[in-house]
């Protein structure tokens, strides 16, 4: 039977010389394969102290580094350890009242200026034939 760690328990090895980081509820010892890892041992290191499975599946593993993690298996992870995923909820905005009064302004302009431009026009055609 695997041995069970606690988050805790995991995030005391973060460093180069003992990192383990906790993948899919499993926890591996990577700390041999920083130095081979193609991201850098940062990303490793980066990782350490938390459930690193997002981390890990963003960036798309191969099928040959998915199965180098079996040789890095060390334990499971108590997942009743692992703080729940807070669900991003974006900041209530305060309800943007729009002016009525400018809205109202603006559709009497569009009505009123084209009209008005009209009346200028015909009056000029009136007040030019009216010289001929």
Known sequence: MAKVFTLAEVAEHNTSKDCWLVIDGKVYDVTKFLEDHPGGDEVLLSATGKDATDDFEDVGHSSSARGQMDELYVGDID??????????????????NQDKTSEFVIKLLQFLVPLFILGVAVGIRFYTKSLA
């Open 79 to 96: 997942t009743s350890t692992i703080p729940s995923k807070a669900k991003y909820t974006p900041p209530k905005q305060p309800h943007y």
